[in-house]
């Protein structure tokens, strides 16, 4: 059912801008049918046949400007025989309409980052007006974009969130109770990626249960995954088929824990058996390396089992005993676990030591890092901060320290702060997590929220400096203070890994497109001179009379048939002997 109503909002969305393309079409439209409407209240048809009657059309000829003095005259005449409920109904209809513009343009913006009438002039527009064309710009350009690109993916490499939620014990929890879907198909695609990296190799088609199990990671539908690993289970004891079930089929943490210890069993035997044949070949190699994931990812996931389930101290042991029992494998970022675990114990010392060894300048950041950090430096001063004495005095040492700690924290990940100072509203983390983006900031603040709220004044230390951030970086963002640039990209990708239902925060503010703008002022302007109009009929008309008799009058006419003539005898290349001649007759 969410399937389908997706489904149907995704086709209405299509169709609606769709409709939009072709705006000024119908805006065409919409005048020739409200002039038709018209005609009779306005006069239409009287005012067409007196100008008829007294004036004559004349017949354009090159170089006889007299002509266009006689169409002035004409279309002078007409104008001010139109009655100042024609001034209502021109200036209502634009008001209309440009508000209209400017009201999809807003919502547009806010949706995707950008002009809608920007994008079209630029992608449809362009070619057809004479623009760059494509095919040269493709042999110019392709270095230069092959290099944007590879920059780009560098930038927006999506990372597994080390500290991701049980997709059946909380995620489907979240969707029974609320109806919304908390994570994306992006999110979820790259979770069957990883899966399919860490879970699988190229002998698993010689054992049937393994075999099952890959193409049950490749399954989109759960339920389809879920009957796939219980097959496995019939056929052999499968630790892949244990994890599949404690993440997706376990309801609550207690389930999964136990799923797991049954994964544990099953998977440490083929651990032990491959480590023994693992110099044998490449085959046994690879099931070896796949074995070591299965047996890493599972003790990780049960020291969070215990965690959740208040187990904090049994938490951290695992988790320290996996470090040490398992030093290279650094992409599970299990240090982050046992940061989180620690500040729950308010262990800070142990939290110290820890960020001591990963908190290096030759080590890549994190959220969890950086935070971490300034909160221990902001816990030895926080609770005898005021801002009124810092003022007064000045900052002491230790003040400055926890001060350039929340600024490199703000520097690093901008959007944290809000959510600590729930500022926004928080939602479930995805499953995966862009650096120093809105998403990496969600799942930071979900679960850190709270060591925050527990070191007294550490929130109103964060509230008072955090802004003062911004005033040390480069703008624009060329580049950066303590770190590299802030990538351009972040926005896009946490549009695709965070649900449609959160508002995504962008960083740094895009300011207002021109069309919003000018359709914004054009609205205000036609709305008043509707307003004006309708409420001062022979004030505006005179105004309006006005304005016409200066622009039809003999000087303003003059000049502009010179410069209209002038203009053609240059596209004719006319002789200088033959315009002095033209002039003197």
Known sequence: MAEAATGFLEQLKSCIVWSWTYLWTVWFFIVLFLVYIL???????????????????????????RNVKGLWKSVSMFLNT????????????????????????????RKYGTSFIEQVSV?????LLGGVDNNSNNSNSSNGDSDSNRQSVSECKVWRNPLNLFRGAEYNRYTWVTGREPLTYYDMNLSAQDHQTFFTCDSDHLRPADAIMQKAWRERNPQA?????????????????????????????????????QALKAGDGC???????????????????????????????????????????????????????????????IHENLLEALLELQAYADVQAVLAK?????????????????????????????PEAAS?????????????????????????????????SLILPPEHILKRGDSEAIAYAFFHLAHWKRVEGALNLLHCTWEGTFRMIPYPLEKGHLFYPYPICTETADRELLPSFHEVSVYPKKELPFFILFTAGLCSFTA??????????????VFAKAMIDIFCSAEFRDWNCKSIVMRVEDELEIPPASQSQHFQN
């Open 82 to 109: 139109l009655t100042p409920k024609f001034y209502v109904a021109l200036t209502g209809t634009s008001s209309l309409i440009s508000g209209l513009i400017l009201i999809f343009e807003w919502w547009y913006f």
């Open 225 to 261: 995954r879920i009957s796939a690993a219980h097959e496995a289970l019939e056929i052999n004891e499968c630790a892949t088929a244990y994890i599949l079930l404690a993440e997706e089929e376990a309801t609550t943490i207690a389930e999964a824990e136990k799923l797991f210890k």
């Open 392 to 424: 007064r005095r000045g900052l002491s040492t230790a003040e400055m320290n926890a001060v350039e700690a929340i600024h490199r924290a703000v520097e690093f990940n901008p959007h944290v702060p809000k959510y600590l100072l729930e500022m926004k």
């Open 528 to 541: 008043m001179l509707a307003l004006l109009t309708h409420q001062f009929p022979e004030l505006m008309g």
């Open 271 to 333: 651990y032990r058996r491959s480590q023994q044949l693992q110099h044998h070949g490449s085959q046994y190699e690879a099931q070896h390396r796949r074995d070591t994931n299965v047996l890493v990812y599972i003790k990780r996931r049960l020291a969070m089992c215990a965690r959740r389930l208040g187990r904090t101290r049994e938490a951290v042991k695992m988790m320290r005993d996996l470090m040490k029992e398992f030093p290279l494998l650094s992409m599970f970022n």
């Open 123 to 127: 992608s449809h527009l362009r070619p």
């Open 358 to 386: 990963y908190d290096d300048i030759s080590l890549p950041k994190s959220a969890t890092i950086c935070y971490t950090a300034a909160l221990l430096k902001a816990r030895a001063v926080s609770d005898k901060f005021s």
């Open 39 to 65: 005609r009779v209240p306005l006069k239409i048809n009287d005012n067409l046949s007196t100008a008829e009657q007294k004036t004559f059309v004349p017949q354009m000829s090159h170089g006889d400007h």
